[in-house]
């Protein structure tokens, strides 16, 4: 799997926005937040979009679907600091038979602080791919 999606910069351009509050403990000594914590803050925004797609992730497992993450990539823009209030907006980007990629902005105040994508593979149980869930190709071709 390629990464492919050049994720916008415009907040407008995406589906849902999920609203997180940096603690200090995610913040490094230099006092903004350390480099790993941003594919925790897009896990969690993909998370709560899906809760609000009517998905819920745990759902999904029940059956039988995983996705799995195949890639991960993040632009870091401008640093982000203990006690702000990030806004991580999500957006289905594109999919194929058996994965999908998600875009992701972050931003606070409506200033850019980050973009990311991740790609995502649907595997079975076992890890062996399986067929995208209806919903999900509906969903893309609605977008």
Not at 89 to 104: D, E, G
Not at 113 to 140: F, K, Q, Y
Request: hydrophobic share 40%; with cysteine; glycine share 4%.
């Amino acid at each position: 799997m390629r990464l492919d999606v050049d994720p916008s910069l415009d907040s407008g351009s995406y589906a849902f926005s999920h609203a997180i509050r940096v603690r200090f403990a995610e913040t490094d000594a230099m006092g903004i937040v350390h480099h790993s914590r941003y594919l925790l803050y897009f896990e969690e925004a993909r998370v709560a979009y899906l809760r609000h797609l009517g998905r819920p992730y745990s759902e999904m497992r029940k059956e039988g679907v995983e996705h799995a993450v195949l890639e991960a990539f993040v632009h870091y823009r401008r640093p982000l600091r203990f006690d702000e209030v990030i806004d991580v907006h999500v957006v289905l980007a594109k999919v194929t038979r058996a994965s999908f990629q998600l875009a992701y902005l972050v931003t606070v105040d409506d200033e850019v602080r980050a973009t990311g994508v991740t790609a995502h593979g649907c595997v079975n149980r076992e890890g062996r791919p399986v067929r995208m869930p209806d919903w999900l190709t509906d969903l893309a071709a609605t977008r």
